[in-house]
């Protein structure tokens, strides 16, 4: 079965700090997709990031960055130089590749940032 | 670009009563989507579309639910008969067909209250 673990429920950094989102994921596809997403206290979800399982290349999006390994099973991301618009629940996601595309997402249980000023 | 469109944004109805909502996907996205969210968790899939389709539903979409996409465009979610643990929020999010492009978009979500 494929889950997603996010173990930081929460997570409060100063602004200007560093501050990495750990996810974990468990599958048995060779083909999956990972995901980022943000969500904002107004409640809608925003995409952030998609990866393929062939991709291990990291990416590095402006102050965002997220490093995908495969031999742990990880895709954490990294915001540098926290901002307080920052503060959000993120959620990291997989999904199988059914048809040459995704499919349904599983999703982690989110992780809240608090960025305080 | 205009983005997914849900409505209603807020839904507060008495436990027993039934409850539709409606979602609008980004235009030529042929892939529909349906998830709830409670709090403190995130989305769940409840089912899927591909154009007019439903090709899955979760076992979390009790027989009390019922979702539809006639045409393909625009979709709605049922709940009958209401309880209290149908509380949450439904979020729906689409697709595009082109492979390489395949992420999903949500929309804003509709905020259920079961009294």
């Known amino acids: 079965a494929q889950k997603v673990t996010q173990a930081q429920t929460e997570i409060s950094v100063v602004e200007k700090e560093d501050v990495t989102l750990d996810c974990v994921y468990e599958t048995r596809d060779t083909t999956y997709y990972l995901f980022w997403y943000k969500q904002p206290p107004s409640g809608e979800l925003v995409f952030l990031i998609r990866?393929?399982?062939?991709?291990?290349q990291n990416e590095i999006s402006g102050r965002y960055s997220w490093n995908f390994q495969k031999s742990t099973s990880s895709f954490n991301f990294t915001i540098t130089a926290s901002q307080v618009v920052d503060s959000a629940v993120y959620f990291c996601a997989l999904s199988e590749a059914r048809g040459g595309g995704t499919y349904k997402y599983i999703f982690g249980t989110g992780t809240r940032l608090k960025v305080l000023a | 670009d205009t983005g997914v469109s849900q409505d209603p944004r807020h839904k507060i109805t008495k436990r027993g009563q039934n409850v539709t909502f409606r979602c609008d996907p980004i235009?030529?996205?042929?892939?529909l989507y349906w998830y709830r969210q409670t709090l403190g968790q995130g989305p769940e899939f409840l089912t899927y579309?591909?154009?007019?389709?439903?090709?899955?539903k979760s076992r979390l979409l009790s027989d009390r639910f019922s979702a539809e996409r006639p045409k393909g465009s625009f979709s709605t979610l049922e709940i009958q008969r209401t309880e209290q643990g149908d509380s949450a929020m439904y979020l729906c999010?689409?697709?595009?067909?082109?492979?390489?492009?395949?992420?999903?978009?949500f929309g804003p979500g509709t905020r259920l209250l079961v009294l």
């Open positions: 990866r393929n399982s062939f991709d291990e």
């Open positions: 999010a689409s697709s595009p067909p082109e492979m390489e492009k395949e992420t999903q978009y």
């Open positions: 235009s030529e996205h042929n892939r």
């Open positions: 579309f591909q154009n007019e389709a439903q090709l899955e």
